[in-house]
C-alpha cells in the first residue's frame, strides 16, 4: 500500500487529474468542512461517477456529522481497518443552487432561518479555532434579536402511493436533511438516510421568540423523550422531497454542513449515488 499525505489543495487536484482513480482511496483528515471541499474539487475535475477513488474519514473537526453518521473513529488503527476491510456504500449528495447559479453539495443537510442565522454570526466573528459552545451566545443573541421575515417554500413531495405533488408553505424556518445528523448530538429528523434517493424536509412555520424556544426544547427533548419532544413539536411540517426551492423577499441566511454560505434565493435538489465511500463495517 503507497501511502502520500498533504494539505495542499493542488495536490488533491492533481491526484484527482490521473486514471483509473477507482483503485485508490482518499483520507479526509478533518471535519465536515474538508469532506466538502473534496467533493467540490472532485466536482471540478470532471472525474465520472464510476471512476472516483473511495473516500475514507478520519474525523478531526467540531462536529464530524458524516463520519459520526457512518461511525468513523479517532483511532489510527481502526482506520486502517476500514481501508482494508470496509464495506463499500454510494451516498446520494444534496446540492444547492443560488441566484447565480453557482452549485454548491452537501452530505448532511442545509438550512434557512434561525440555526443558518447563527452560523452567519459565529462565521462573521470568527478567530481561531471554535468549538459547539461558541454557538450558544450567538444563538441567545439572534433569538432575542430576530425578526418576523418568512420564506415561501415550494417542493416536489414524494406521497406514500409513490407519486409526486408540488406543495407550497410559508414558515419561519426550514431544514433540508440527506442525514439525520445534526449539531450537538440532536436529531431533528431521525428518518433521513443519505442512500434512499429522497431528502428531508422540515419546517419550522413560527418565528417568534417564544415558538423559537419551543422549538429548540422539543428537539432536545426528542433526543431524551421522544414521545414528549414529539408532541411539543406538533406543528412542525416534515415531508420526503426530491427538490426544494427557499425564497424570502427580505434577507434570510442560508448555510449548509455547518457552513455560512450566503442568503436567499436557492434552489435544493438530490443527486442520487454520487459519493462513493468505504465505512467502517457494521
Not at 216 to 239: M, N, T
Request: charged share 20%; net charge neutral.
Amino acid at each position: 500500500m503507497d501511502l502520500t499525505s498533504s494539505s495542499d489543495v493542488s495536490d488533491l487536484d492533481d491526484f484527482l487529474a490521473a486514471s483509473h482513480l477507482e483503485q485508490d482511496q482518499v483520507i479526509a483528515a478533518g471535519g465536515d468542512g474538508t469532506i466538502a471541499l473534496y467533493i467540490e474539487r472532485l466536482q471540478i475535475s470532471g472525474v465520472s461517477t464510476a471512476g472516483q477513488p473511495t473516500l475514507t474519514i478520519f474525523p478531526l473537526g467540531t462536529e464530524n456529522l458524516l463520519s459520526r453518521y457512518f461511525s468513523f473513529q479517532r483511532d489510527p488503527q481502526e482506520l486502517v481497518r476500514t481501508m482494508l476491510a470496509g464495506d463499500d456504500v454510494w451516498i446520494d449528495l444534496g446540492v444547492t443552487i443560488d441566484a447565480q447559479n453557482k452549485r454548491v453539495p452537501f452530505t448532511c443537510m442545509a438550512t434557512a432561518g434561525f440555526d443558518a442565522t447563527v452560523v452567519r454570526r459565529v462565521h462573521m466573528n470568527r478567530k481561531g479555532h471554535i468549538s459547539r459552545w461558541t454557538y450558544i451566545p450567538a444563538a441567545a443573541r439572534v433569538a432575542a434579536a430576530r425578526r418576523g421575515s418568512m420564506l415561501e417554500i415550494v417542493a416536489q413531495v414524494q406521497t406514500a402511493d409513490g407519486k409526486e405533488i408540488e406543495e407550497r408553505w410559508s414558515a419561519a424556518n426550514a431544514m433540508v436533511f440527506n442525514t439525520p445528523m445534526y449539531a450537538g448530538w440532536l436529531s431533528i429528523e431521525p428518518n433521513a438516510n443519505p442512500g434512499d434517493g429522497f431528502l428531508d424536509l422540515v419546517i419550522f412555520p413560527n418565528g417568534s421568540v417564544l415558538s423559537t424556544a419551543r422549538y429548540l426544547f422539543g428537539i432536545w427533548l426528542s433526543s431524551v423523550w421522544k414521545p414528549i419532544g414529539k408532541r411539543v413539536l406538533a406543528d412542525v411540517i416534515r415531508r420526503r422531497v426530491s427538490s426544494t426551492r427557499l425564497v424570502c423577499p427580505e434577507e434570510m441566511s442560508w448555510q449548509s454542513d455547518g457552513d455560512y454560505r450566503g442568503q436567499l434565493p436557492i434552489s435544493i435538489q438530490l443527486e442520487q449515488r454520487k459519493l462513493r465511500m468505504r465505512v467502517p463495517c457494521k
